[in-house]
């Protein structure tokens, strides 16, 4: 009796813990939305006076850019942009970075939007240059 109590409660163990690394295996082949990094695409607009921005799922001038609380966003010069170099993501008019928007090794910026209410909204500064002129931008993120 003894014996085929112990192997029942090590087979229920095993099946258990066999369960629970399967659980494990499926949610971390699930990316959800907000784990995946914001891509906001920029190039010269015709004019050559104004920014076109591509989140994915807007596409224009002053778009605003839908993010998830804690994603991270960047930005980066789409191929034959116009663009020189994007320089700086400057907050205007308020904050909803928790890791301000910092320029890496390879051109794009990015940082991570904070802990903020949804509806949050803040309009921000893309600094760039073209023809050896710096240019300000100001687009509009909004927290989901």
């Not at 699930?30 to 906001?40: A, D, F, N």
């Not at 928007?101 to 949804?118: A, E, H, L, M, Q």
Request: aromatic letters at 8%; one cysteine or more; charged letters at 30%.
């Amino acid at each position: 009796m003894k014996f085929s109590v112990s192997v029942v409660l090590i087979c229920l163990i095993a099946i258990l813990f066999g369960f629970k690394e399967d659980q494990k295996l499926k949610y971390s082949k699930e990316i959800k939305e907000y784990e995946k990094p914001m891509i906001i695409k920029v190039s010269l607009d015709e004019s050559g006076e104004g920014l076109i921005l591509d989140d994915g799922e807007s596409k224009g001038g002053k778009i605003t850019t839908k993010v998830y609380k804690k994603q991270i966003v960047k930005w980066e010069l789409e191929k034959n942009s116009g663009i020189e170099s994007l320089d700086e993501i400057i907050e205007k008019s308020g904050n909803v970075f928790e890791i301000k928007p910092v320029k890496g090794s390879d051109g794009k910026i990015s940082g991570t939007i904070g802990d903020f209410p949804s509806g949050t909204q803040e309009e921000y500064g893309i600094r760039y240059t073209v023809n050896g002129v710096t240019k300000d931008f100001d687009p509009v993120i909004q927290i989901h």
